[in-house]
Protein backbone atom coordinates (compact mmCIF):
# COMPACT_ATOMS: atom_id res chain seq x y z
CA UNK A 1 0.00 0.00 0.00
CA UNK A 2 2.56 2.61 0.91
CA UNK A 3 2.86 5.31 3.64
CA UNK A 4 2.65 8.30 1.22
CA UNK A 5 4.58 11.52 2.86
CA UNK A 6 1.61 14.14 1.85
CA UNK A 7 -1.52 12.65 1.45
CA UNK A 8 -2.46 14.82 -1.24
CA UNK A 9 -5.92 13.81 -1.40
CA UNK A 10 -6.64 15.29 1.81
CA UNK A 11 -8.54 18.43 0.92
CA UNK A 12 -6.75 21.22 3.20
CA UNK A 13 -7.77 25.06 2.49
CA UNK A 14 -4.68 24.89 -0.44
CA UNK A 15 -7.70 22.68 -2.43
CA UNK A 16 -10.40 24.97 -1.75
CA UNK A 17 -10.08 27.17 -5.05
CA UNK A 18 -10.17 24.12 -7.47
CA UNK A 19 -12.83 22.31 -5.17
CA UNK A 20 -15.40 25.98 -5.67
CA UNK A 21 -14.76 25.57 -9.49
CA UNK A 22 -15.44 22.45 -9.63
CA UNK A 23 -18.21 22.10 -7.99
CA UNK A 24 -19.54 25.48 -8.75
CA UNK A 25 -20.11 26.73 -5.47
CA UNK A 26 -21.50 29.88 -4.65
CA UNK A 27 -21.68 32.18 -1.50
CA UNK A 28 -18.54 29.77 -0.06
CA UNK A 29 -20.81 26.83 1.06
CA UNK A 30 -20.29 23.20 0.03
CA UNK A 31 -23.17 21.22 -0.13
CA UNK A 32 -22.46 17.46 -0.27
CA UNK A 33 -24.06 14.54 0.38
CA UNK A 34 -22.49 11.12 1.75
CA UNK A 35 -23.38 7.68 3.77
CA UNK A 36 -22.08 8.68 6.93
CA UNK A 37 -20.50 11.68 8.29
CA UNK A 38 -17.49 11.13 10.47
CA UNK A 39 -16.47 14.02 12.77
CA UNK A 40 -13.02 14.41 14.10
CA UNK A 41 -10.06 12.53 12.69
CA UNK A 42 -8.40 11.11 15.65
CA UNK A 43 -8.27 7.44 17.37
CA UNK A 44 -12.00 6.77 16.86
CA UNK A 45 -12.93 9.09 13.75
CA UNK A 46 -9.68 7.61 11.33
CA UNK A 47 -10.79 4.24 12.20
CA UNK A 48 -14.39 4.58 11.56
CA UNK A 49 -13.81 6.23 8.26
CA UNK A 50 -11.62 3.67 7.03
CA UNK A 51 -13.68 0.87 8.20
CA UNK A 52 -16.87 1.73 6.89
CA UNK A 53 -15.18 3.38 3.63
CA UNK A 54 -13.55 0.09 3.19
CA UNK A 55 -17.51 -1.76 3.23
CA UNK A 56 -18.46 0.45 0.72
CA UNK A 57 -19.93 2.99 2.38
CA UNK A 58 -19.57 6.53 1.37
CA UNK A 59 -17.79 8.64 4.21
CA UNK A 60 -17.13 12.27 4.64
CA UNK A 61 -14.79 13.32 7.16
CA UNK A 62 -14.28 16.55 8.70
CA UNK A 63 -11.63 18.06 10.73
CA UNK A 64 -11.15 21.21 12.85
CA UNK A 65 -7.56 20.92 12.92
CA UNK A 66 -4.94 21.45 9.96
CA UNK A 67 -3.55 18.84 7.94
CA UNK A 68 0.19 18.73 8.89
CA UNK A 69 3.17 15.89 7.79
CA UNK A 70 7.10 16.06 8.55
CA UNK A 71 7.89 18.68 6.65
CA UNK A 72 5.90 20.90 8.84
CA UNK A 73 6.95 19.92 12.49
CA UNK A 74 9.52 20.86 14.29
CA UNK A 75 10.76 21.92 17.44
CA UNK A 76 9.38 25.29 17.90
CA UNK A 77 7.09 24.58 20.73
CA UNK A 78 5.06 27.27 20.88
CA UNK A 79 4.53 27.64 16.84
CA UNK A 80 3.81 23.53 16.95
CA UNK A 81 1.22 23.72 20.49
CA UNK A 82 -0.66 26.02 18.49
CA UNK A 83 -0.82 24.00 15.07
CA UNK A 84 -1.26 20.72 16.94
CA UNK A 85 -3.05 21.15 19.97
CA UNK A 86 -6.45 21.96 21.20
CA UNK A 87 -6.67 25.53 22.55
CA UNK A 88 -3.15 26.30 21.52
CA UNK A 89 -1.15 23.76 23.88
CA UNK A 90 -3.61 23.37 27.43
CA UNK A 91 -7.40 22.95 27.96
CA UNK A 92 -7.85 24.94 31.13
CA UNK A 93 -10.34 23.81 33.24
CA UNK A 94 -13.07 26.96 34.88
CA UNK A 95 -11.61 27.89 38.32
CA UNK A 96 -7.86 26.28 36.90
CA UNK A 97 -8.14 22.98 38.27
CA UNK A 98 -6.79 20.93 36.10
CA UNK A 99 -5.06 21.53 32.36
CA UNK A 100 -5.55 18.77 29.69
CA UNK A 101 -3.38 18.14 26.99
CA UNK A 102 -5.28 16.86 23.82
CA UNK A 103 -4.43 16.95 20.04
CA UNK A 104 -6.41 19.16 17.30
CA UNK A 105 -4.80 18.40 13.90
CA UNK A 106 -5.42 15.80 11.35
CA UNK A 107 -5.14 12.12 13.23
CA UNK A 108 -6.03 14.50 16.22
CA UNK A 109 -4.25 13.39 19.60
CA UNK A 110 -2.40 10.28 17.62
CA UNK A 111 -0.23 12.96 15.82
CA UNK A 112 1.05 13.96 19.15
CA UNK A 113 0.83 10.92 21.51
CA UNK A 114 3.78 9.33 23.06
CA UNK A 115 3.30 5.90 21.48
CA UNK A 116 1.98 3.92 24.56
CA UNK A 117 0.29 0.83 23.94
CA UNK A 118 -1.79 -0.89 26.49
CA UNK A 119 -5.90 -2.56 27.20
CA UNK A 120 -7.39 -2.63 30.71
CA UNK A 121 -6.69 -5.30 33.00
CA UNK A 122 -9.47 -7.73 33.43
CA UNK A 123 -11.16 -6.17 36.32
CA UNK A 124 -11.86 -2.96 34.51
CA UNK A 125 -13.47 -4.98 31.90
CA UNK A 126 -15.34 -7.05 34.32
CA UNK A 127 -16.47 -4.21 35.95
CA UNK A 128 -17.52 -2.32 32.37
CA UNK A 129 -19.90 -5.85 31.99
CA UNK A 130 -20.80 -5.78 34.90
CA UNK A 131 -22.25 -2.61 35.66
CA UNK A 132 -22.77 -1.76 32.71
CA UNK A 133 -23.73 -4.27 30.28
CA UNK A 134 -20.64 -3.90 28.21
CA UNK A 135 -20.25 -7.82 27.34
CA UNK A 136 -17.23 -9.08 25.41
CA UNK A 137 -14.61 -6.70 26.17
CA UNK A 138 -12.07 -8.48 28.05
CA UNK A 139 -8.72 -8.94 26.68
CA UNK A 140 -9.73 -12.60 25.34
CA UNK A 141 -12.74 -11.25 23.80
CA UNK A 142 -10.92 -8.18 21.60
CA UNK A 143 -7.81 -9.74 20.96
CA UNK A 144 -9.05 -9.79 17.32
CA UNK A 145 -9.62 -6.41 17.24
CA UNK A 146 -6.53 -5.61 19.00
CA UNK A 147 -4.23 -7.65 17.35
CA UNK A 148 -5.88 -6.29 14.07
CA UNK A 149 -4.75 -2.41 15.43
CA UNK A 150 -1.36 -3.66 16.57
CA UNK A 151 -0.37 -4.78 13.13
CA UNK A 152 -1.67 -1.67 11.29
CA UNK A 153 0.12 0.78 14.10
CA UNK A 154 3.14 -1.60 13.77
CA UNK A 155 2.85 -2.12 18.04
CA UNK A 156 5.80 -3.95 19.84
CA UNK A 157 8.03 -4.03 23.10
CA UNK A 158 10.40 -1.07 23.06
CA UNK A 159 13.92 -2.23 22.55
CA UNK A 160 16.14 -2.22 25.39
CA UNK A 161 18.63 0.19 23.51
CA UNK A 162 16.05 3.06 23.24
CA UNK A 163 15.16 2.82 26.91
CA UNK A 164 16.07 6.84 27.71
CA UNK A 165 17.50 7.65 30.96
CA UNK A 166 14.46 9.39 32.03
CA UNK A 167 12.59 5.87 31.70
CA UNK A 168 15.42 4.26 33.09
CA UNK A 169 14.78 6.37 36.42
CA UNK A 170 11.99 4.26 37.17
CA UNK A 171 13.35 0.64 36.09
CA UNK A 172 16.28 1.24 38.38
CA UNK A 173 14.73 2.97 41.50
CA UNK A 174 11.47 0.31 41.13
CA UNK A 175 13.81 -2.88 40.87
CA UNK A 176 15.77 -1.48 43.65
CA UNK A 177 12.51 -0.96 45.85
CA UNK A 178 11.47 -4.23 45.15
CA UNK A 179 8.70 -3.52 42.53
CA UNK A 180 8.10 -4.60 39.10
CA UNK A 181 9.53 -2.18 36.28
CA UNK A 182 8.07 -3.34 32.41
CA UNK A 183 8.84 -2.60 29.61
CA UNK A 184 6.11 -0.72 27.76
CA UNK A 185 4.95 -1.85 23.78
CA UNK A 186 5.32 1.50 21.22
CA UNK A 187 3.38 2.31 17.73
CA UNK A 188 6.18 2.42 15.27
CA UNK A 189 7.96 1.66 12.25
CA UNK A 190 12.16 2.31 12.65
CA UNK A 191 11.70 4.48 15.46
CA UNK A 192 15.32 5.97 16.49
CA UNK A 193 14.25 7.72 19.58
CA UNK A 194 14.20 11.62 18.41
CA UNK A 195 12.06 12.40 21.26
CA UNK A 196 9.70 14.73 18.92
CA UNK A 197 6.48 12.60 19.72
CA UNK A 198 4.85 15.40 21.21
CA UNK A 199 5.55 17.50 18.44
CA UNK A 200 4.88 15.07 15.58
CA UNK A 201 7.25 12.45 14.61
CA UNK A 202 9.87 14.37 11.77
CA UNK A 203 10.17 10.87 10.58
CA UNK A 204 7.03 9.60 10.03
CA UNK A 205 8.34 6.65 12.66
CA UNK A 206 5.53 6.66 14.75
CA UNK A 207 2.40 5.46 13.07
CA UNK A 208 -0.41 8.14 13.75
CA UNK A 209 -3.76 8.25 12.58
CA UNK A 210 -3.00 10.01 9.57
CA UNK A 211 -0.30 7.78 8.28
CA UNK A 212 -3.02 4.87 8.74
CA UNK A 213 -6.38 4.81 8.90
CA UNK A 214 -6.90 8.09 7.57
CA UNK A 215 -4.83 7.19 4.45
CA UNK A 216 -6.71 4.03 4.56
CA UNK A 217 -10.06 5.52 4.12
CA UNK A 218 -8.95 7.82 1.46
CA UNK A 219 -7.58 4.51 -0.56
CA UNK A 220 -11.28 3.26 -0.18
CA UNK A 221 -12.85 6.53 -1.43
CA UNK A 222 -13.44 8.83 1.48
CA UNK A 223 -13.35 12.68 1.24
CA UNK A 224 -11.54 13.62 4.28
CA UNK A 225 -11.02 17.97 4.91
CA UNK A 226 -8.86 19.56 7.27
CA UNK A 227 -10.03 23.15 8.69
CA UNK A 228 -13.85 22.16 9.33
CA UNK A 229 -15.32 22.29 12.67
CA UNK A 230 -18.56 20.56 13.07
CA UNK A 231 -20.99 23.70 14.41
CA UNK A 232 -23.96 22.13 14.93
CA UNK A 233 -25.58 18.29 13.90
CA UNK A 234 -29.67 18.73 12.75
CA UNK A 235 -31.57 15.22 13.45
CA UNK A 236 -33.81 13.78 10.94
CA UNK A 237 -34.40 10.98 8.62
CA UNK A 238 -31.70 12.50 6.83
CA UNK A 239 -28.92 13.96 9.36
CA UNK A 240 -27.53 17.86 8.73
CA UNK A 241 -23.96 18.47 9.87
CA UNK A 242 -22.87 21.89 9.45
CA UNK A 243 -19.81 22.92 9.66
CA UNK A 244 -17.05 26.23 9.24
CA UNK A 245 -13.68 26.47 8.33
CA UNK A 246 -11.16 27.29 10.75
CA UNK A 247 -8.00 28.58 10.00
CA UNK A 248 -4.43 26.86 11.04
CA UNK A 249 -2.33 29.05 13.48
CA UNK A 250 0.78 30.84 12.18
CA UNK A 251 -0.51 29.82 8.56
CA UNK A 252 -2.55 32.08 5.83
CA UNK A 253 -5.33 31.52 4.15
CA UNK A 254 -5.20 31.42 0.62
CA UNK A 255 -7.51 34.17 -0.89
CA UNK A 256 -10.50 32.03 -1.58
CA UNK A 257 -11.79 29.49 0.76
CA UNK A 258 -14.81 27.08 1.26
CA UNK A 259 -16.05 28.97 4.34
CA UNK A 260 -18.89 26.46 5.21
CA UNK A 261 -19.97 23.15 4.50
CA UNK A 262 -23.62 21.46 4.77
CA UNK A 263 -23.60 17.88 4.84
CA UNK A 264 -26.40 15.31 4.70
CA UNK A 265 -26.24 12.24 5.72
CA UNK A 266 -28.69 8.77 7.19
CA UNK A 267 -25.57 8.33 9.52
CA UNK A 268 -23.58 10.74 11.70
CA UNK A 269 -20.47 9.69 13.93
CA UNK A 270 -19.62 11.61 16.35
CA UNK A 271 -15.90 11.26 16.73
CA UNK A 272 -14.81 14.97 18.45
CA UNK A 273 -12.87 13.58 21.27
CA UNK A 274 -14.69 13.71 25.04
CA UNK A 275 -13.57 17.37 25.61
CA UNK A 276 -15.65 18.52 22.42
CA UNK A 277 -17.75 15.83 21.13
CA UNK A 278 -20.37 16.68 24.49
CA UNK A 279 -20.21 19.93 24.05
CA UNK A 280 -20.98 19.45 20.10
CA UNK A 281 -24.10 17.68 21.02
CA UNK A 282 -24.97 19.84 23.91
CA UNK A 283 -25.25 22.30 21.45
CA UNK A 284 -27.14 20.74 18.99
CA UNK A 285 -29.54 19.57 21.74
CA UNK A 286 -28.86 15.76 21.40
CA UNK A 287 -28.51 13.56 23.98
CA UNK A 288 -29.35 12.87 27.58
CA UNK A 289 -28.73 14.58 30.77
CA UNK A 290 -25.40 12.13 30.65
CA UNK A 291 -23.58 14.15 27.86
CA UNK A 292 -20.97 15.77 28.98
CA UNK A 293 -21.37 14.02 32.37
CA UNK A 294 -19.01 12.07 34.39
CA UNK A 295 -15.51 13.14 32.77
CA UNK A 296 -12.76 10.82 33.30
CA UNK A 297 -9.40 12.21 32.77
CA UNK A 298 -7.21 9.78 34.48
CA UNK A 299 -5.49 12.49 36.67
CA UNK A 300 -1.85 13.24 36.19
CA UNK A 301 0.91 14.56 38.88
CA UNK A 302 4.86 14.57 37.94
CA UNK A 303 7.89 14.43 40.49
CA UNK A 304 10.95 16.28 38.73
CA UNK A 305 13.73 14.99 40.19
CA UNK A 306 17.91 16.53 40.03
CA UNK A 307 20.14 13.89 39.13
CA UNK A 308 24.23 14.37 39.55
CA UNK A 309 24.74 13.38 35.39
CA UNK A 310 22.85 14.24 32.08
CA UNK A 311 19.15 12.64 31.69
CA UNK A 312 17.43 15.28 28.90
CA UNK A 313 13.98 14.27 29.42
CA UNK A 314 13.11 15.15 26.08
CA UNK A 315 15.61 12.35 24.34
CA UNK A 316 14.54 8.80 23.12
CA UNK A 317 10.74 7.33 22.75
CA UNK A 318 8.84 9.28 25.42
CA UNK A 319 7.48 6.57 27.60
CA UNK A 320 9.18 2.52 27.49
CA UNK A 321 8.70 1.81 31.12
CA UNK A 322 5.86 1.39 33.49
CA UNK A 323 5.43 0.57 37.35
CA UNK A 324 1.89 -1.15 38.07
CA UNK A 325 2.30 -2.41 41.46
CA UNK A 326 0.38 0.39 42.88
CA UNK A 327 -2.71 -0.54 40.92
CA UNK A 328 -5.80 -2.41 42.06
CA UNK A 329 -5.97 -1.17 45.50
CA UNK A 330 -7.03 -3.79 48.11
CA UNK A 331 -8.64 -5.22 45.22
CA UNK A 332 -10.95 -2.22 44.39
CA UNK A 333 -9.92 -1.75 40.97
CA UNK A 334 -8.81 1.72 41.42
CA UNK A 335 -5.09 2.83 42.17
CA UNK A 336 -2.36 4.45 40.49
CA UNK A 337 0.17 3.32 37.60
CA UNK A 338 3.62 5.63 37.31
CA UNK A 339 5.09 5.81 33.80
CA UNK A 340 7.52 8.85 33.16
CA UNK A 341 7.01 11.66 30.96
CA UNK A 342 9.02 13.71 28.24
CA UNK A 343 8.32 17.25 29.06
CA UNK A 344 9.93 19.57 27.04
CA UNK A 345 11.05 23.03 28.10
CA UNK A 346 7.95 25.24 27.75
CA UNK A 347 5.44 22.07 29.27
CA UNK A 348 8.46 20.99 31.65
CA UNK A 349 8.61 25.32 33.18
CA UNK A 350 4.82 25.27 33.15
CA UNK A 351 4.43 22.21 35.09
CA UNK A 352 6.85 23.39 38.12
CA UNK A 353 4.87 25.09 41.37
CA UNK A 354 7.15 28.26 41.96
CA UNK A 355 7.90 30.97 40.03
CA UNK A 356 11.07 33.81 39.22
CA UNK A 357 14.13 32.64 40.28
CA UNK A 358 13.85 29.48 42.11
CA UNK A 359 11.74 28.19 38.53
CA UNK A 360 14.79 29.70 36.21
CA UNK A 361 17.09 27.43 38.86
CA UNK A 362 15.12 24.13 37.89
CA UNK A 363 15.14 25.13 34.08
CA UNK A 364 19.16 26.24 33.97
CA UNK A 365 19.23 22.33 35.37
CA UNK A 366 16.93 21.37 32.67
CA UNK A 367 18.85 18.59 31.31
CA UNK A 368 19.67 17.03 34.65
CA UNK A 369 16.43 16.76 35.78
CA UNK A 370 13.63 13.58 35.11
CA UNK A 371 9.86 13.64 35.20
CA UNK A 372 7.78 10.87 36.26
CA UNK A 373 4.15 10.35 36.89
CA UNK A 374 1.73 9.13 38.66
CA UNK A 375 -1.53 7.98 36.59
CA UNK A 376 -4.23 7.57 38.77
CA UNK A 377 -7.49 5.70 37.54
CA UNK A 378 -10.41 7.99 37.60
CA UNK A 379 -14.09 6.84 39.90
CA UNK A 380 -13.26 5.23 43.14
CA UNK A 381 -15.67 6.95 44.81
CA UNK A 382 -18.39 6.64 42.23
CA UNK A 383 -19.08 9.24 39.44
CA UNK A 384 -15.98 11.48 38.93
CA UNK A 385 -16.69 14.81 40.29
CA UNK A 386 -15.80 16.62 36.26
CA UNK A 387 -18.17 17.64 33.30
CA UNK A 388 -18.10 19.47 29.87
CA UNK A 389 -20.69 22.08 29.66
CA UNK A 390 -21.50 24.01 26.48
CA UNK A 391 -23.25 27.63 28.00
CA UNK A 392 -23.16 30.73 26.75
CA UNK A 393 -21.29 29.89 23.27
CA UNK A 394 -18.09 28.07 25.12
CA UNK A 395 -16.79 24.80 26.06
CA UNK A 396 -16.50 24.94 29.81
CA UNK A 397 -14.39 21.77 31.35
CA UNK A 398 -14.94 21.20 34.99
CA UNK A 399 -12.65 19.08 37.66
CA UNK A 400 -12.12 18.35 41.55
CA UNK A 401 -10.59 14.90 42.76
CA UNK A 402 -12.60 13.21 44.33
CA UNK A 403 -10.87 12.10 48.22
CA UNK A 404 -10.52 8.27 47.43
CA UNK A 405 -8.88 9.38 43.69
CA UNK A 406 -7.17 11.89 45.42
CA UNK A 407 -5.59 9.38 48.27
CA UNK A 408 -4.41 6.95 45.58
CA UNK A 409 -2.82 10.25 43.86
CA UNK A 410 -0.80 10.92 47.21
CA UNK A 411 -0.29 7.34 47.52
CA UNK A 412 1.51 7.32 43.93
CA UNK A 413 3.39 10.30 44.75
CA UNK A 414 4.85 8.81 47.82
CA UNK A 415 5.82 5.70 45.77
CA UNK A 416 7.59 7.88 43.11
CA UNK A 417 9.47 10.15 45.14
CA UNK A 418 10.73 7.24 46.84
CA UNK A 419 11.62 5.13 43.32
CA UNK A 420 13.28 8.77 41.89
CA UNK A 421 15.26 8.71 45.41
CA UNK A 422 16.42 5.21 45.12
CA UNK A 423 17.41 5.47 41.48
CA UNK A 424 19.96 8.37 42.77
CA UNK A 425 18.01 11.98 42.51
CA UNK A 426 19.16 14.85 44.98
CA UNK A 427 16.33 16.98 44.68
CA UNK A 428 13.00 16.72 43.84
CA UNK A 429 10.11 19.26 43.02
CA UNK A 430 6.63 17.92 44.02
CA UNK A 431 3.66 18.90 42.69
CA UNK A 432 2.07 20.81 45.98
CA UNK A 433 1.96 24.23 45.58
CA UNK A 434 2.99 25.15 49.11
CA UNK A 435 6.67 24.34 48.10
CA UNK A 436 8.61 27.43 46.84
CA UNK A 437 11.51 25.68 45.50
CA UNK A 438 13.02 21.62 45.34
CA UNK A 439 13.04 19.70 47.97
CA UNK A 440 16.88 18.18 49.16
CA UNK A 441 16.78 14.29 49.08
CA UNK A 442 18.77 11.25 49.86
CA UNK A 443 18.25 7.35 50.39
CA UNK A 444 17.19 7.69 54.30
CA UNK A 445 14.38 10.44 53.43
CA UNK A 446 11.28 9.08 54.90
CA UNK A 447 8.45 10.39 52.51
CA UNK A 448 5.48 9.44 54.93
CA UNK A 449 4.25 12.99 54.81
CA UNK A 450 3.17 12.67 50.99
CA UNK A 451 0.26 10.95 52.47
CA UNK A 452 -1.55 13.90 54.52
CA UNK A 453 -0.52 16.27 52.09
CA UNK A 454 -4.04 18.20 50.73
CA UNK A 455 -5.44 17.03 47.10
CA UNK A 456 -7.55 20.31 47.40
CA UNK A 457 -7.30 22.27 43.99
CA UNK A 458 -5.15 24.80 44.16
CA UNK A 459 -2.73 23.08 46.67
CA UNK A 460 -1.84 20.05 44.59
CA UNK A 461 -1.27 20.80 40.69
CA UNK A 462 -3.06 18.08 38.41
CA UNK A 463 -2.80 17.21 34.23
CA UNK A 464 -4.15 15.15 32.07
CA UNK A 465 -3.38 13.80 28.12
CA UNK A 466 -6.00 11.24 28.65
CA UNK A 467 -9.94 12.84 28.63
CA UNK A 468 -12.38 10.32 28.42
CA UNK A 469 -15.73 8.47 28.71
CA UNK A 470 -17.90 11.76 28.75
CA UNK A 471 -20.71 10.53 26.83
CA UNK A 472 -20.75 6.69 28.53
CA UNK A 473 -22.11 3.82 26.63
CA UNK A 474 -24.61 1.38 28.61
CA UNK A 475 -26.75 -1.16 28.53
CA UNK A 476 -29.88 1.49 29.70
CA UNK A 477 -30.63 5.29 29.13
CA UNK A 478 -30.66 5.92 32.69
CA UNK A 479 -26.78 4.70 33.17
CA UNK A 480 -25.75 6.12 30.05
CA UNK A 481 -26.01 8.45 26.91
CA UNK A 482 -25.15 6.26 24.54
CA UNK A 483 -26.64 2.16 23.66
CA UNK A 484 -24.03 -0.93 23.62
CA UNK A 485 -24.02 -0.06 19.72
CA UNK A 486 -22.27 3.27 20.79
CA UNK A 487 -25.45 4.95 19.10
CA UNK A 488 -27.12 8.00 21.20
CA UNK A 489 -30.22 7.14 23.10
CA UNK A 490 -33.21 8.56 21.23
CA UNK A 491 -31.31 9.78 18.09
CA UNK A 492 -31.44 6.74 15.58
CA UNK A 493 -28.34 6.97 13.27
CA UNK A 494 -26.24 9.12 15.43
CA UNK A 495 -23.14 7.16 16.71
CA UNK A 496 -20.37 8.58 19.17
CA UNK A 497 -17.32 6.27 18.53
CA UNK A 498 -14.07 7.90 20.10
CA UNK A 499 -13.02 7.92 23.71
CA UNK A 500 -15.89 9.42 25.39
CA UNK A 501 -17.79 6.00 25.39
CA UNK A 502 -16.04 4.16 28.69
CA UNK A 503 -18.32 3.93 31.55
CA UNK A 504 -15.76 3.54 34.05
CA UNK A 505 -12.20 4.88 33.90
CA UNK A 506 -10.41 3.32 31.61
CA UNK A 507 -7.06 3.09 33.67
CA UNK A 508 -4.87 2.97 30.72
CA UNK A 509 -3.38 5.39 27.97
CA UNK A 510 -5.89 4.84 25.56
CA UNK A 511 -5.37 5.04 22.00
CA UNK A 512 -4.77 1.25 21.23
CA UNK A 513 -8.38 0.55 23.65
CA UNK A 514 -9.98 3.47 21.41
CA UNK A 515 -9.15 2.07 18.21
CA UNK A 516 -10.26 -1.73 18.65
CA UNK A 517 -13.76 -0.67 20.45
CA UNK A 518 -14.22 1.87 17.52
CA UNK A 519 -13.26 -1.29 14.99
CA UNK A 520 -15.53 -3.61 16.67
CA UNK A 521 -18.43 -1.39 16.84
CA UNK A 522 -17.92 0.61 12.99
CA UNK A 523 -17.22 -3.03 11.58
CA UNK A 524 -20.64 -4.10 13.01
CA UNK A 525 -22.64 -0.95 11.93
CA UNK A 526 -20.51 -1.28 8.25
CA UNK A 527 -22.49 -4.80 7.92
CA UNK A 528 -25.73 -2.85 8.55
CA UNK A 529 -25.57 -0.36 5.15
CA UNK A 530 -28.92 -1.35 3.66
CA UNK A 531 -30.59 -0.57 6.69
CA UNK A 532 -28.69 2.25 8.09
CA UNK A 533 -28.55 4.39 4.73
CA UNK A 534 -32.08 3.71 3.46
CA UNK A 535 -34.15 7.18 3.75
C1 LIG B 1 0.43 14.67 24.50
C2 LIG B 1 -0.39 13.42 24.48
C3 LIG B 1 0.22 12.20 24.73
C4 LIG B 1 -0.54 11.03 24.72
N1 LIG B 1 0.10 9.83 24.86
C5 LIG B 1 -0.61 8.68 24.73
C6 LIG B 1 0.03 7.43 24.73
O1 LIG B 1 1.26 7.35 24.84
N2 LIG B 1 -0.73 6.31 24.61
C7 LIG B 1 -2.09 6.37 24.49
O2 LIG B 1 -2.73 5.32 24.44
N3 LIG B 1 -2.72 7.54 24.48
C8 LIG B 1 -2.02 8.70 24.56
N4 LIG B 1 -2.65 9.89 24.46
C9 LIG B 1 -4.11 9.92 24.34
C10 LIG B 1 -4.66 9.36 23.02
O3 LIG B 1 -3.96 9.84 21.92
C11 LIG B 1 -6.14 9.76 22.98
O4 LIG B 1 -6.77 9.23 24.12
C12 LIG B 1 -6.87 9.26 21.75
O5 LIG B 1 -6.27 9.75 20.59
C13 LIG B 1 -8.33 9.71 21.85
O6 LIG B 1 -9.00 9.45 20.66
P1 LIG B 1 -10.30 10.28 20.27
O7 LIG B 1 -10.69 9.84 18.92
O8 LIG B 1 -11.26 10.21 21.37
O9 LIG B 1 -9.85 11.81 20.24
P2 LIG B 1 -8.65 12.59 19.45
O10 LIG B 1 -7.64 11.58 19.02
O11 LIG B 1 -8.27 13.65 20.35
O12 LIG B 1 -9.38 13.11 18.15
C14 LIG B 1 -10.47 14.00 18.17
C15 LIG B 1 -10.40 14.88 16.93
O13 LIG B 1 -11.65 15.53 16.75
C16 LIG B 1 -11.42 16.85 16.29
N5 LIG B 1 -12.60 17.68 16.60
C17 LIG B 1 -13.01 18.10 17.81
N6 LIG B 1 -14.13 18.84 17.69
C18 LIG B 1 -14.42 18.87 16.37
C19 LIG B 1 -15.47 19.50 15.64
N7 LIG B 1 -16.44 20.20 16.23
N8 LIG B 1 -15.46 19.36 14.27
C20 LIG B 1 -14.47 18.63 13.64
N9 LIG B 1 -13.46 18.04 14.32
C21 LIG B 1 -13.44 18.15 15.67
C22 LIG B 1 -10.19 17.26 17.07
O14 LIG B 1 -9.58 18.40 16.49
C23 LIG B 1 -9.35 15.99 17.05
O15 LIG B 1 -8.48 15.98 15.94
C24 LIG B 1 -1.93 11.10 24.48
C25 LIG B 1 -2.54 12.32 24.22
C26 LIG B 1 -1.78 13.48 24.21
C27 LIG B 1 -2.45 14.77 23.92
S1 LIG C 1 10.80 9.06 19.42
FE1 LIG C 1 11.27 10.30 17.68
S2 LIG C 1 11.66 8.90 15.98
FE2 LIG C 1 10.64 7.80 17.59
S3 LIG C 1 8.49 7.98 17.02
FE3 LIG C 1 8.87 9.59 18.50
S4 LIG C 1 9.34 11.32 17.25
FE4 LIG C 1 9.54 9.55 15.92
Keep these: MGIPLHNE ?37 AVAAAELAKNGWKVVLIEEGGYFTPAQFNSDEFLSQSRLYRDAGFIIAEEQTISILQGRSIGGSTTVNWQTSLYPPEYVTTEWENRFGWKGYSREDMDPYINEVHTRLGVHDVPDNLVNANNNVLRVGGEKLGLKP ?34 DAIEHGATVVSNMRAVKIKDGSVKTVIAEFTVDPYQKSPAEIIESMEIKA ?28 NLKVHPTSTIFGKFNSDIKMFQGPPQSIVIKDG ?23 SL ?42 RRKVYFELTP ?67 IQSAKEETLGAVD ?42 AKQKEERTKI
Design 9 to 45: KIITPKKHAQIIKDNQIKNGKWNLTADVVVIGSGAGG
Design 182 to 215: LVLKNNNNGCIGLGRCGLGCPINAKQSAFLTWIP
Design 404 to 470: TDGLNMLRGLKSLAEITVAAGATELVFPFTRFTEPVKVDVTTNFDWVLKESIRSGDLSVGSAHPHGS
Design 327 to 349: HNQNGTGYGYWLEAAPYRPTLAS
Design 484 to 525: LNLEIYGHKNIFVMDASVYPTGLSVNPQITTMSVVLRASRNL
Design 266 to 293: PVVIVSAGAIEGPALLQRSGIGNDWVGR
Design 352 to 393: LPFYGKQQFGVMKDYNKYNAGIVLVRDGADGEANAKVEWSFG
